[in-house]
C-alpha cells in the first residue's frame, strides 16, 4: 500500500464507492471478499490510498463490474486498460463469428439473434427473419436495434397479442441493466421505446392479473394467420477478456406450446 496526496487519487475512490453501494456492499465485506482490509479500502475510497493493479481488479470482480467500467476503474486509478475492445469484424474475431453463426443455425427453425449493450443486433437467424417478415423498410435500416424492433408500433408490437405484458418484461430487464452498468446509451434507447404506445387496442393484458414466473412469460406474437408463442433465453460469454465479447448477449426465443413447435418445423424444407 502507498500513500499519496487525495487530489492524485480522487478518481479510483468515488468509482469504487459508487460501485460498491450499487451492490449494497459494506466496505468489511467487500475488503474480506478481495483479500484486503476495511482500513486499506476505507483508504482508497477516501482519496488516501492507492490501490495496486490487482487489487482494483480483484475488488471490480468482487463488485460484478462490467469489462467496460474495469477499464475505467483501472484508468481512474493510473493504470493502462486491461481488456482490449475489438471490433467483432476484425480478423481475429472470426472464430467467434463463425462459432456464434454455427450456433445460430442450428438452433433454426427457432427464432434466434446477437445483440450488444445496446441491444443492437450484430447477428440473426433465419427464425428472426421470418418473424420480421413485413415490418416497414424504414425500420430495418442497419443498425438494427431488437428492443426498437420489438416494441415501435410499426414494428412487431402490433403482432404481440399480449404487448402490455411482454413490453412490460422488456422494459423492466432494461431498467435492471442500467441500474447495474451505468450505460447512457441503453438509457437513451430505453427512454425512446418507452415512449411507445404501451398497449394493442385488442390486448387482453394476458399474465398481467396474476403472478407469472419471468422464465415463463410467453411473447405471444401473430405471424400469417397463425399465434407463435415463445419463451425466450438470454446467454453471455464466461470470463470474458475482451470488452466487445464481454457486452455480447445470444437471446433465443423456445417455442413456448406444441402448436408453435409443429409450425415452425412446418416451414423446414
Known amino acids: 500500500m502507498t500513500t499519496a496526496p487525495p487530489a492524485r487519487l480522487s478518481g479510483i475512490g468515488p468509482l469504487l464507492r459508487e460501485w460498491r453501494e450499487r451492490r449494497r456492499v459494506s466496505q468489511l465485506e467487500l475488503a474480506l471478499r478481495a483479500g484486503s482490509s476495511a482500513r486499506h479500502l476505507s483508504f482508497v475510497e477516501t482519496g488516501r490510498s492507492r490501490p495496486g493493479e490487482d487489487l482494483v481488479l480483484r475488488l471490480a470482480e468482487q463488485l460484478d463490474v462490467p469489462v467496460r467500467e474495469r477499464n475505467a476503474l483501472l484508468l481512474a486509478a493510473g493504470y493502462a486498460p486491461r481488456f482490449a475492445e475489438t ?8 472464430v ?24 443492437t443486433v450484430v447477428a440473426a437467424n433465419q427464425g428472426i427473419a421470418m418473424l420480421m417478415a413485413g415490418l416497414p423498410e424504414s425500420l430495418l435500416v442497419p443498425p438494427l436495434n431488437a428492443m426498437r424492433l420489438t416494441l415501435h408500433p410499426e414494428g412487431l408490437a402490433p403482432r404481440i397479442r ?39 387496442e385488442d390486448d387482453d393484458g394476458a399474465g398481467e392479473d396474476e403472478p407469472v414466473p419471468y422464465f415463463a412469460l410467453p411473447m405471444v406474437i401473430e405471424h400469417d394467420g397463425q ?28 417455442p413456448a406450446d406444441p402448436a408453435t413447435v409443429k409450425y415452425l418445423r412446418s416451414l423446414t424444407p
Open 96 to 119: 467467434l463469428r463463425e462459432g456464434l453463426d454455427r450456433l445460430l443455425r442450428g438452433y433454426e427453425p427457432y427464432p434466434a439473434l446477437v445483440v450488444d449493450a445496446t441491444y
Open 162 to 200: 399480449n404487448l402490455r405484458a411482454w413490453r412490460g418484461h422488456l422494459l423492466a430487464q432494461m431498467e435492471r441493466q442500467i441500474a447495474l452498468d451505468r450505460s447512457e446509451a441503453l438509457r437513451a434507447v430505453y427512454e425512446e421505446v418507452k415512449a411507445y404506445p404501451s398497449a394493442r
Open 227 to 254: 399465434v407463435l408463442s415463445f419463451v425466450s433465453s438470454i446467454s453471455t460469454f464466461n470470463t470474458p477478456m475482451d470488452v466487445t465479447v464481454a457486452e455480447l448477449a445470444i437471446e433465443t426465443f423456445l
Open 87 to 94: 471490433p467483432l469484424d476484425d480478423p481475429s474475431m472470426g
